[in-house]
């Protein structure tokens, strides 16, 4: 007899079923697992016996075969242990016969037969749910399947005798409750906390208003960091179908809080010493990258240029396109990365080139050799770039400023509902004005006579490429819907235009508005 079970591999954020196949046979003992197991799946054989042997059942003294079917495709993972038991349980008849049938199983295995959380879970469920079966997953992580759907069915188990117990009627498992993720990210900082940057605070507004990428450029301590981690407080919250995206992803890389649906937008922040593979994703098991991680939120870079230079043009791809491709000779997948990028870094590598009794005597030269760290078609794909002076000693003492985080959110909500109403009476599947791209841009974003020939002159005085024209086209855009304003005016193309300026050290074009 064949006892069979499906449980999933995934590739990038697709579910491949996998048929576990269990057949014993007269022979010398043996327990071999094939169909292309990483070393995780392989050692499943133990975990599996030890836990059998807590239930008090020991594998009978014959020639054990477990098959992963389809047996060409890598399986890795430890969600195999829980799929390979049952099948076991069934072909030892402690199971009847046809028990497992219509189910699909995750979970690990601890030698005492309790089930250990395990990644994917998100993603196999919606998986289950697309094909009427019934999802066996570990107790932890009940809560986050059932939002695949209400009519999906999940049986989550604390341990493997629960799961017995139930399949032979002894003790019902209920449905779990569905649970959100708690919000680790803490109390959100207020931009009312930072004294001066105005200028720096409305390049923020901005770029949370339409989605855009920001860059800022000051010496240390001048408040860029403080900047940046006061973002997340003036983004909109997550869209159901958007915490579900989320979630998705977190699912798979194991990083999902407690097992419930997320709630809040992703802020990444990697050390600059992330390799190329933990910035984009890969490595030897392919996992979701810090663009990855950071979809439909913010990726932090801080101290852009000390990033590796591979690492960083990685990101071009991922900026342009909100997609992160990993190829390798084994697997070909693709992860959503459709996140917003905030970076910060010195001007130079002291950091005070604007200030003669502190800069190096290298200046200027230090200057373009550390900003010569970051490509041209890096800088391009920007959106924002912005200057964040050192704050004066009298400002500091200055009272706090009146407008706090929850007056620009307000703004930024109004703007982003423009934007959705827009979009979706043009049937677009674009969430902000970052994503516009070809004719959608050109129907949302017409301009005056005036607005598009401010525009024509800047884009040959400073000899813009076709995509500095169109991201000036979007921020304009955003800044018209923080204005209230359904054209694009003059005005509004002006300040797009001074957000495009170059990084100090680096030749200019004078322009006169």
């Known amino acids: 007899m064949v006892a069979r079970i499906t449980t999933a591999a995934f590739q990038g954020t697709q579910v491949q079923p996998v048929d576990v196949q269990v057949h014993m046979a007269q022979g010398l003992p043996s327990f071999t697992i094939v169909g292309l197991p990483n070393k ?18 020991a594998l009978p003294p014959k020639r054990i075969t477990v098959n992963l079917s389809p047996a060409d495709t890598l399986k890795e ?12 349980l069934t072909a030892m008849g402690a199971l009847p016969e046809g028990e497992i049938a219509g189910h699909m199983a995750l979970g690990e295995l601890a030698l005492d037969g309790t089930l250990t959380a395990v990644s994917g879970v998100l993603p196999a469920a919606i998986h289950a749910h697309g094909c009427n079966l019934v999802l066996i997953c570990p107790a932890k992580q009940g809560g986050e399947a059932v939002w695949a759907g209400e009519a999906l069915s999940v049986l989550a188990p604390q341990s493997l005798i629960e799961l017995l117990n139930h399949f032979k009627g002894v003790q019902l498992l209920k449905r779990p409750q569905a649970t959100l993720a708690p919000d680790l990210s803490g109390p959100h900082l207020d931009l009312a906390d930072i004294k001066g940057q105005e200028s720096a605070k409305r390049a923020l507004e901005i770029a949370a208003a339409g989605g855009h990428n920001l860059l800022m450029s000051g010496p240390p301590g001048s408040g860029k960091s403080l900047l940046a981690r006061r973002l997340p407080g003036i983004l909109p919250p997550l869209t159901p179908s958007e915490a579900l995206e989320v979630s998705m992803i977190h699912s798979l890389s194991g990083t999902l809080p407690e097992g419930g649906l997320m709630r809040t937008r992703p802020f990444r922040d990697p050390h600059h010493s992330a390799s190329t593979a933990a910035l984009v994703g890969g490595g030897t098991q392919v996992r979701p990258g810090e663009v990855s991680l950071a979809h439909l939120g913010v990726l932090f870079l801080d101290e852009l240029p000390e990033f590796q230079r591979p690492a960083l043009e990685a990101l071009r791809q991922p900026i342009e396109s909100g997609e992160a491709v990993v190829a390798r ?9 459709r996140f917003q990028l905030i970076a910060a870094m010195n001007p130079c590598r002291c950091g005070h080139l604007d200030d003669a009794s502190q800069a190096c005597s290298r200046a200027p030269k230090c200057a373009e050799d550390y900003q010569g760290r970051l ?17 004066p000693a009298s400002d500091l003492a200055l009272p706090p400023p009146c407008e706090t985080s929850a007056d620009v959110k307000a703004r930024v909500a109004a703007a982003r509902a423009i934007q959705s109403e827009r979009f979706e009476a043009l049937n677009s599947d674009a969430r902000t004005n970052a994503e516009a791209d070809g004719r959608l841009l050109e129907s949302i974003a017409p301009l005056d006579g005036a607005a598009k020939l401010l525009l024509a002159d800047a884009a040959a005085r400073m000899r813009l490429s076709a995509r500095a024209y169109h991201r000036i086209q979007r921020v304009a855009r955003t800044v018209a819907d923080l204005d209230g304003s359904q054209a694009i005016l003059k005005l509004h193309v002006a300040e797009a235009l001074s957000y495009r300026r170059r990084l100090p050290g680096r030749q200019t074009v004078s322009m006169s508005a």
């Open 77 to 88: 993972g430890s969600h195999f242990d829980l799929p390979i038991a049952l099948g076991l």
């Open 329 to 337: 000779a084994s697997a070909h997948v693709s992860f959503p990365a």
């Open 40 to 57: 995780a799946v392989s050692e499943a054989k133990e975990r599996v016996r030890a836990a059998l042997s807590a239930l008090g059942l």
């Open 375 to 391: 490509s041209g078609p890096l800088l391009d794909r920007i959106d924002l770039h912005v200057d964040v002076p050192q704050v």
